[in-house]
T-cell receptor, first 116, second 111 residues
Framework: DGGITQSPKYLFRKEGQNVTLSCEQN?????MYWYRQDPGQGLRLIYY???????QKGDIAEGYSVSREKKESFPLTVTSAQKNPTAFYLC???????????????FGDGTRLSIL | KQEVTQIPAALSVPEGENLVLNCSFT??????LQWFRQDPGKGLTSLLL?????REQTSGRLNASLDKSSGRSTLYIAASQPGDSATYLC??????????FGTGTRLTIIP
């Protein structure tokens, strides 16, 4: 079945450590997104990529980094510079609007990151 | 600043009743508006997408409306069921292919 796979489901980070969250999609979507969700808040955009080898900062990019070497993959690294990383992280993808008009974003099941 | 607001934060409704969830946005130059459902500990499931040229979209018991001039969208759920219990989020695309999300309404259907 087509979809978005995020791994791991749960992740623990030690102080000073970088951790990487995986996001893979087999929907042949062009655009991919990373969001952070905190209790009682809406989703906030961290980074997004509309094409391979290109990505842009979202609203809260500080302390995070991404790469987009393949169309299917958009990993997110939470660096030690991110002082409050505990949150639920969601990856999404969508088709390029220019190809098919407006299409909804599809989401993975998320990774919950906690501090040890 | 482009913002999306959802009030109330939580809503409880007896099973079988019809209900309306509200979403407001600050910029009428909206490209599209999307409604999502989120179950606890899960990702988001797309319910309906309304393009700026449309006034409403329907899927089964769900109907979403869009009024750009007043900056409002509603999600109407007919004949509510316990399985409809979830958090419902709306999100606006203001033309840059990025979504701005509301904080959601947590809906509980009481059997």
């Amino acid at each position: 079945d087509g979809g978005i796979t995020q791994s791991p489901k749960y992740l623990f980070r030690k102080e000073g450590q970088n951790v990487t969250l995986s996001c893979e999609q087999n929907l042949n979507h062009d655009a991919m997104y990373w969001y952070r969700q905190d209790p009682g808040q809406g989703l906030r955009l961290i980074y997004y990529s509309q094409i391979v080898n290109d990505f842009q900062k979202g609203d809260i990019a500080e302390g995070y980094s991404v790469s987009r070497e393949k169309k299917e993959s958009f990993p997110l690294t939470v660096t030690s510079a991110q002082k409050n990383p505990t949150a639920f992280y969601l990856c999404a993808s969508s088709i390029d609007r220019g190809k098919t008009g407006n299409q909804p974003q599809h989401f993975g099941d998320g990774t919950r990151l906690s501090i040890l | 600043k482009q913002e999306v607001t959802q009030i109330p934060a939580a809503l409880s409704v007896p099973e079988g009743e019809n209900l309306v969830l509200n979403c407001s946005f600050t910029d009428s130059a909206i490209y599209n508006l999307q409604w999502f459902r989120q179950d606890p500990g899960k990702g988001l499931t797309s319910l309906l997408l309304i393009q700026s040229s449309q006034r409403e979209q329907t899927s089964g018991r769900l109907n979403a409306s869009l009024d750009k001039s007043s900056g409002r969208s509603t999600l109407y759920i007919a004949a509510s069921q316990p399985g409809d219990s979830a958090t419902y989020l709306c999100a606006a695309d203001f033309g840059n292919e990025k979504l701005t999300f509301g904080t959601g309404t947590r809906l509980t259907i009481i059997p």
